[in-house]
């Protein structure tokens, strides 16, 4: 395996930055995962959007011209030879001697890709079976629609999912509504066929996937609310499912220890999961 490490590809065992890197020391930094389908960047333009303005949001310079991006997206794909998988982008506000705050402008941003193969087969079982969700408090900061690498509360709750016999957890803010999940966001079906997600405010990261799927439901003609829904409500829905790049669309059949529909995947979830490359770019 290659990485991309600031101008040069290099092997993966030996891909290194340095430890004054402010991502290191700080979380100072964002990032990007893509989804690669037949060797394929999925969404390629929405997710250099995001970048652009994640970094735009905490004062990170622009790294590259957006050419130059595309242009190591695409080498990093092809040295490693990846035609399923997923595609990684971070970028730091570079390495310099610890201090808060930012350094001047002769620090250059820090700039890794990495690509690996992940097996369709594999998703396509686990989207069969569906998965648990457990529930937590929301206690991540009040910027969340930045895609930063500052995931420590993620990580934990994930952890805490796993250790429950869960794949991800639902974060819940102090009014017992879903903000979203620690890597992907959270959708509900209700008894009336109605899709139900929560509006892309500060709460939640405006998910590319959760993009599409509103794009594909319309044209299925499934009408999608934007609003937010609480555990109860999500516990006694028809159906319920998570999207992110790289999990596409996959459905939830727990949700802590209440089990949704018939405990298998519901025809809405299946159907978004089989079209969603239909409305990918
Ligand atoms: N996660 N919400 C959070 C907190 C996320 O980290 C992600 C993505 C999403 C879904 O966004 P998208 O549809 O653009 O992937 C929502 C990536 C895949 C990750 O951290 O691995």
Redesign the pocket.
């Known amino acids: 395996r290659v990485a991309y490490v600031n101008g040069r590809y290099v092997p993966h065992s030996q891909a290194a930055v340095h430890i004054e890197d402010r991502g290191y020391q700080f979380a100072d930094g964002v990032y990007e ?1 893509c989804e690669i389908l037949k060797g394929q960047i999925v969404d390629l333009t929405a ?1 250099l959007d ?1 970048l652009d303005r994640s970094l735009d949001e905490l004062s990170i310079r622009h790294p590259m011209t957006r050419v130059a991006f595309v242009t190591v997206m695409k080498e990093v794909v092809a040295r490693n030879r990846v035609r399923d998988g997923l595609l990684y982008i971070q970028v730091t506000r570079g390495v310099a001697r610890r201090d808060h705050v930012f350094p001047g402008p002769e620090v250059a941003p820090s700039v890794i890709m990495s690509a690996k193969s992940v097996s369709i087969e594999k998703g396509l079982k686990a989207a069969e079976k569906g998965m648990s969700v457990i529930t937590t408090p929301e206690n991540r900061w009040d910027r ?1 629609d930045i ?1 930063t690498v500052g ?1 420590l509360p ?1 990580v934990l709750a994930k952890q805490k999912a796993k250790e429950a016999g869960a794949k991800e957890a639902w974060f819940v803010d102090k009014d017992g509504y879903v903000t ?6 959270a959708w509900i079906v209700l008894n009336d066929g109605k899709l139900v997600t929560r509006p892309a405010d500060h709460g ?2 405006r ?4 993009s599409v799927v509103m794009k594909l439901a319309e044209k299925h003609g499934i009408s999608v609310e934007e609003r937010a829904f609480t555990v109860e409500e999500s516990k006694s829905a028809r159906e319920a499912f998570v ?4 999990l596409v669309v996959m459905p939830v059949v727990k949700i802590d220890d209440q089990v949704i529909g018939d405990g298998t995947p519901g025809p809405v979830a299946i159907e978004l999961r089989k079209t969603f490359h239909e409305a990918a770019e």
């Not at 979203?180 to 966001?185: A, D, K, P, V």
């Not at 998910?207 to 959760?210: C, D």
């Not at 999207?243 to 790289?246: G, I, P, V």
């Open positions: 995962v997710h995001r969340v895609k995931l993620n979203e999940g620690g890597s992907t966001n939640i990261l998910g590319i996937t959760r999207t992110s790049a790289s």
